[in-house]
Nanobody, 125 residues
Framework: QVQLVESGGGLVQAGGSLRLACAASGRTFSSKTMGWFRQAPGKEREFVAFISWSGANSYYTDSVKGRFTISRDNAKNTVYLQMNSLKPEDTAVYYC??????????????????WGQGTQVTVSP
């Protein structure tokens, strides 16, 4: 069992930065692929980024490439999402997720088994 708790959300002006953190409980964190998703009001939850268990590989949705960076510290059981050059369209609740699968399409919500409660990110124009 893995429990995830996000932090770091808030209100920021366009062009600003935020760093989200997701702290995980459980001894198996370091073996899990971790992802970040977001959900804007009235929209489906969408993929943002994921990182492999070792941290060697990471992937992003096109709209955040070059602006967001996902990273992890397995010693601290924590995954991060550094968000730079934020835009109003980045406004959403951001969720971290952990996958117990060793293969699969990590762009899909259904691949993830554990979810955090979410943290609100609001970007003002």
């Amino acid at each position: 069992q893995v429990q995830l708790v996000e932090s770091g959300g808030g209100l920021v002006q366009a062009g600003g930065s935020l760093r989200l953190a997701c702290a995980a409980s459980g001894r198996t964190f370091s073996s899990k692929t971790m992802g970040w998703f977001r959900q804007a009001p009235g929209k489906e939850r969408e993929f943002v980024a994921f990182i492999s268990w070792s941290g060697a590989n990471s992937y992003y949705t096109d709209s955040v490439k070059g602006r967001f960076t996902i990273s992890r510290d397995n010693a601290k059981n924590t995954v991060y999402l550094q968000m730079n050059s934020l835009k109003p369209e980045d406004t959403a609740v951001y969720y971290c997720a952990a996958s117990a699968s060793y293969s699969g399409n990590y762009y899909y919500k259904s691949t993830y088994d554990y979810w955090g409660q979410g943290t609100q990110v609001t970007v003002s124009p």
